[in-house]
Nanobody, 122 residues
């Protein structure tokens, strides 16, 4: 059974950093582009970043460009999102998800995990 499990969220002060992790199981991660999206209360879902199946091509939303970095380790079946210089507007539940293809659309997403809460506040 395909499963994605996110972790690493928490409460951080503005300007701080967090590293989100996503553990994939039940499918061959190598075959899939994968990405992160976030959902904040009363806001539309936002594709944050994605990375191609063979480490080729990364894309970022303008709102996080230069601050977030996506990476993957197919051998360990893990995907990461390093988040630096966090802002209060980054507060959301972050989801790891598979995509058919990673491009500037950063979506649509096929399947995702339960999410991990990121709260940026002083």
């Amino acid at each position: 059974q395909e499963q994605l499990v996110e972790s690493g969220g928490g409460l951080v002060q503005p300007g701080g950093s967090l590293r989100l992790s996503c553990d994939a199981s039940g499918f061959i991660l190598d075959y899939y582009a994968i990405g992160w999206f976030r959902q904040a209360p009363e806001k539309e879902r936002e594709g944050v970043s994605c990375i191609g199946s063979r480490y080729d091509g990364t894309y970022y939303a303008d709102s996080v460009k230069g601050r977030f970095t996506i990476s993957r380790d197919n051998r360990r079946k893990k995907v990461y999102l390093q988040m630096n210089s966090l802002k209060p507007e980054d507060t959301a539940v972050y989801y790891c998800a598979t995509l058919v293809v990673c491009n500037s659309n950063i979506g649509p997403f096929n399947s995702w995990g339960q999410g991990t809460q990121v709260t940026v506040s002083s």
